[in-house]
């Protein structure tokens, strides 16, 4: 493994155990085993690595979700996603950093945004089973971006408070509640 992997790898390390503000320069280097400045040869800047890092974290974010399905089974994908939130905990904290430091920094809001639009895309895929590139765009942009936002919202109470987030069946009957209260189409 070259020097590159070492960090790449050194920094996924880094972001899951010490989050992506406390992880230093040294941190890195000292965690791939390599000079501190071939974090600079190899990747312009820390940021840059941590963010590369991040993003292949996040392409196989499906090991953080667990096993993807398909099936539909609303109950079985927010069992599966809240057990992923507590079990992966510093995962997702990350992603929340990436989130928040992509406000003030317009390359990284770019590749966050994309990251959004693949995961309305897989959370369409999630709920109705039909593969992610014969989805309809009007699919992904209702289905898979209410889902998104279920999971983004669900991801910030289970990392924060844990004690009190919601349940799958209280997601669940939470879904019902609203659908319930839906005006009819016109």
């Known amino acids: 493994m070259g020097n590159r992997e070492k960090l790449l790898e050194a920094a996924r ?3 899951f155990e010490k989050g992506y503000e406390r992880t230093t320069v040294r941190d890195l280097a000292s965690a791939a085993g390599v000079s501190m ?55 997702w904290l990350a992603n929340l950093e990436t989130i928040l430091r992509a406000q003030r920094d317009p390359e990284l809001r770019e590749q966050v945004a994309s990251g959004l639009r693949q995961g309305r895309s897989g959370m369409a895929y999630e709920v109705t089973g039909t593969p992610e590139d014969e989805l309809p765009e009007a699919t992904v942009r209702t289905l898979g971006s209410v889902q998104l936002a279920l999971l983004s919202g669900l991801m910030m109470q289970h990392i924060t408070d844990p004690e009190s987030a919601p349940t799958a069946d209280e997601v669940l009957a939470g879904i019902r509640a609203l659908a319930a209260r839906l005006p009819d189409e016109t």
């Open 13 to 15: 390390k880094c972001l």
């Open 37 to 91: 400045a071939a974090i600079g040869y190899h990747f312009g800047s820390k940021e840059a690595l941590l963010n590369q890092a991040l993003f292949e974290a996040l392409d196989s974010g499906g090991q953080a979700l667990g096993p993807s399905t398909g099936e539909g089974d609303l109950g079985a994908l927010w069992r599966r996603l809240i057990e992923a939130f507590s079990a992966n905990r510093t995962f």
